[in-house]
Nanobody
Framework: QVQLVESGGGLVQAGGSLRLSCAAS???????????MGWFRQAPGKEREFVAA????????PYADSVKGRFTISRDNAKKMVYLQMNTLKPEDTSVYYC?????????????????WGQGTQVTVSS
């Protein structure tokens, strides 16, 4: 009944760009604009890491320090979509990227706050 599906991952050279998308569907998202959304990433052997989040109306957009100035999160509530524009990519950005959704009242960088998760999309940045 609830689905989050990421797309847009792939191979890119260091310094390049990728745009990730997350499509939401299901009864849970009939009022999509009330959901706070987030992007996380996890590389092999590492813990899941917060990347960025966005409030339901798009006003609050916290970022991890490692991606500030390079990544931009946005959303289109009419399309039930969340995006992550990734510029000036670095090899250390290589990871599986996941989108997540929560009905929590505040935007959170904590994975535990999120209720729904996508399957992930691989991003590989070569030097």
């Amino acid at each position: 009944q609830v689905q989050l599906v990421e797309s847009g991952g792939g191979l890119v050279q260091a310094g390049g760009s990728l745009r990730l998308s997350c499509a939401a569907s299901g009864r849970t998202f009939t009022s999509y604009n009330i959901y706070n959304m987030g992007w996380f990433r996890q590389a092999p052997g590492k813990e899941r890491e917060f990347v960025a989040a966005i409030s339901g109306g798009g006003r609050n957009t916290p970022y991890a320090d490692s991606v500030k100035g390079r990544f931009t999160i946005s959303r289109d509530n009419a399309k039930k979509m969340v995006y992550l524009q990734m510029n000036t990519l670095k090899p250390e950005d290589t990871s599986v990227y996941y989108c997540a959704a929560t009905r929590g009242t505040t935007v959170s960088a904590a994975a535990e706050a999120y209720d729904y998760w996508g399957q992930g999309t691989q991003v590989t940045v070569s030097s």
